[in-house]
């Protein structure tokens, strides 16, 4: 303390504590020249501790968790978010936490990781507080929930644990090998006391799931081939979509415009198919992405808008990957592949609303279609009004550009919409 002194730094003896730390004699003072001797001290929000004591380790980071919980409640509460904005809210507010602390005080416990992980896929995938109780979609397949509840109480809650068992139950081929599994993987449940019952139970499960979860499950190699080959590239390559999505990003609109797209990308949209259910268009193909985001009237009432206006078919590929046509400017054409599948996916959910309620006398695809059409122009209009069109735009969009062009007498970006034009009354004499 005189040192400290004689160099002008002179500690507060109410705030400064003495931590004792390696060798720890049991037989220490309650203080120590005036200062406390303590077992453990909290700094900048860190508890750290003489020696090592695991249980209240754990009851630290339980707090630590409960902390993130509670923040991720304040993020699910901001509706308006999109699944990028409550990404990048999880990882500032939330994750990063945990990332502090273990920084100083090692690798949170198991349990505390998982509980993390399933909170954060909650809050970002569908937007839900870590303790909500209302279900949204989250790829859940209907069907196999009586088959589950048995695994889930085994302790398999993730498809990637299901598949490790699968492939150890293939491994060993008696009984007497299988206790080994038995106890290891399923905690020894009464459910699988017998190889072959639990064989038969993992086959009809995993037979019960969507192919392309087990697939992409299996190896990161699978995942990307799903990707390359996905629907939404076309004739397109793996390095065109991300390119493609890296350009999209650079597009400075709305994040909620960008959302349905990135979905469609990664095929990871509520499809009536995915449902186990059909499209409410009523129509008899599969409702998959391809009927909700091209084939079904909802959508074709959105492409026959975005043909007339640009004045010929537009391929499928056109719209996915956003390969503009001629006499379109790339730039234009990309927020109007964002206003597309925002509108269709607009229209799908309006669909699917009109169809739980008393039938209207007008059929639910005609009423979703006109919905869906009248909200791809309004993306368009939000655009301009919030000033987000590049001034370099106004190069390439003269008079007449389709989708968006200058205004002749304002000089000014606005909606080049034909239809409304044809829609509107003569100008009186």
């Not at 006398?361 to 006109?370: D, F, K, N, T, Y």
């Amino acid at each position: 303390m005189a040192t400290f002194g004689d160099a002008g730094q002179r500690l507060n003896v109410e705030k400064t504590k003495v931590l004792p730390i390696g060798a720890v004699p049991s037989d220490l003072p309650p203080t120590a020249h005036g200062l406390q001797v303590v077992s453990e001290a909290t700094s900048l929000g860190v508890t750290f501790a003489s020696t090592p004591d695991p249980a209240a380790a754990a009851t630290r980071w339980q707090e630590v968790l409960e902390g993130v919980e509670a923040c991720y409640g304040r993020i699910a509460s901001l509706r308006r978010l999109s699944i990028f904005g409550r990404g990048l809210a999880s990882a500032a507010y939330g994750v990063s936490r945990l990332l502090y602390r273990a920084e100083f005080s090692g690798h949170p416990p198991t349990a505390t990781t998982e509980a993390l992980q399933r909170a954060t896929s909650k809050l970002v995938g569908r937007g839900l507080a870590p303790h909500a109780q209302q279900r949204r979609f989250a790829e859940y397949p209907n069907g196999i929930d009586h088959e589950f509840f048995d695994f889930a109480a085994a302790g398999i809650s993730t498809l990637g644990e299901l598949l490790h068992l699968r492939q150890a139950l293939t491994a060993v081929h008696s009984q007497a090998a299988y206790r080994m599994v038995w106890f290891a993987q399923l905690r020894g449940a009464y459910a699988f006391v017998e190889r072959h019952v639990a064989a038969e139970r993992v086959a009809l499960l995993v037979d019960a799931l969507p192919p392309g979860w087990v697939s992409a499950a299996q190896s990161a190699a699978d995942q990307l081939a799903a990707v390359e080959a996905a629907g939404v590239a076309h004739d397109g390559s793996g390095q065109e979509v991300a390119a493609l999505l890296q350009r999209l990003w650079r597009l400075r609109c709305d994040n909620g415009l960008k959302e349905p797209f990135w979905l469609l990308a990664h095929n990871g949209l509520p499809t009536a198919a995915r449902l186990q259910s059909s499209c409410k268009c009523g129509a008899a193909a599969p409702g998959d992405r391809l009927h909700h985001y091209w084939a079904c009237p909802v959508a074709a009432a959105v492409l026959s808008s975005i043909a007339a206006a640009a004045g010929g078919s537009i391929p499928r590929h056109a719209i996915w990957l956003c390969r503009a046509p001629a006499g379109i400017y790339a730039g234009v054409w990309d927020l109007v592949c964002l206003a597309a599948v925002a509108a269709m996916d607009h229209g799908r959910r309006t669909l699917y609303a009109l169809s739980t309620g008393p039938p209207p006398e007008a059929p639910l695809s005609a009423i979703a279609g006109r919905s869906a059409r009248a909200r791809f122009w309004s993306n368009l209009a939000d655009f301009i009004a919030f000033d987000c069109a590049p001034l370099s735009w106004r190069d390439h969009c003269p008079t007449g550009h389709p989708f968006i062009h200058t205004h002749p007498a304002t000089s000014k970006l606005v909606v080049h919409c034909p239809e409304a034009v044809a829609a509107a009354p003569p100008n009186a004499a």
